[in-house]
């Protein structure tokens, strides 16, 4: 997984912390959850503030 695939990212992160509000969540946070994931292997400064917006958006989608 890459930080490109945010709609596999979302689902996971509905399914790992569904206990959380996605748009409460700070971007510094989102960045180490989304790094943790099994199966996520891209480098953090591939990661910019448009990917975690779009990733917050799909974890929001999958969430509701």
Request: net charge negative; proline share 5%; charged share 35%.
């Amino acid at each position: 997984m890459k930080w490109t695939d945010v709609q596999e990212i979302g689902i996971a992160l509905a399914e790992s912390k569904p206990e959380l509000e996605p748009l409460s969540v700070r971007f510094t946070d989102l960045m180490q959850w989304v790094s943790e994931l099994p199966g996520f292997d891209d480098k953090i400064e591939r990661c910019n503030e448009k990917i975690l917006e779009a990733i917050q958006m799909a974890w929001l989608d999958e969430r509701d």
